[in-house]
């Protein structure tokens, strides 16, 4: 294991903190995992930065490692699309009354839309 500890260039103890530090970091996403689903059964469409800020995570974990951490368990949420329609054809069309047309000058035609009104 000696070999391996100066081929990587981590000491001994530098090796078993990490696995140690790892170890935790592991336990800590899965409670917080379990607090942020017992929150998403009262709120479904609350977002993780509210959750965070709901949780008072503030010393514990920052805002981005939290939305990293939730991003990989598969906590956000996913976008809804609007479903808004902003114009509706009508059943009636106006014909096109400029088909045809021969234009000689300037000003003799003006045309414009006023469809999102």
């Known amino acids: 294991m000696q070999e391996l500890y100066d081929i990587s260039g981590l000491s001994r103890q530098g090796y078993h903190k990490a696995c140690k ?6 336990d800590m996403a899965q409670r917080l995992k379990e607090m942020v689903v017992a929150v998403r059964k ?14 008072k995570l503030e010393g514990t974990v920052g805002i981005n490692g939290f ?5 990989r368990q598969g906590m956000t949420l996913s976008s809804t699309r609007s479903k808004i ?6 059943s009636f069309a ?3 009354l400029v ?14 839309d ?4």
Request: glycine residues 6%; proline residues 2%; aromatic residues 10%.
């Open 21 to 26: 530090r790892l170890g935790l970091d592991i």
């Open 42 to 55: 009262e709120y479904p469409r609350i977002s993780i930065r509210k959750i965070h800020k709901m949780l």
């Open 67 to 71: 939305e990293r951490m939730m991003s």
């Open 85 to 90: 329609k902003t114009t509706h054809r009508g």
């Open 94 to 96: 106006y014909a096109n």
């Open 99 to 112: 088909n045809g047309l021969k234009l000689s000058d300037i000003n003799q035609l003006w045309v414009s």
């Open 114 to 117: 006023i469809t999102y009104y």
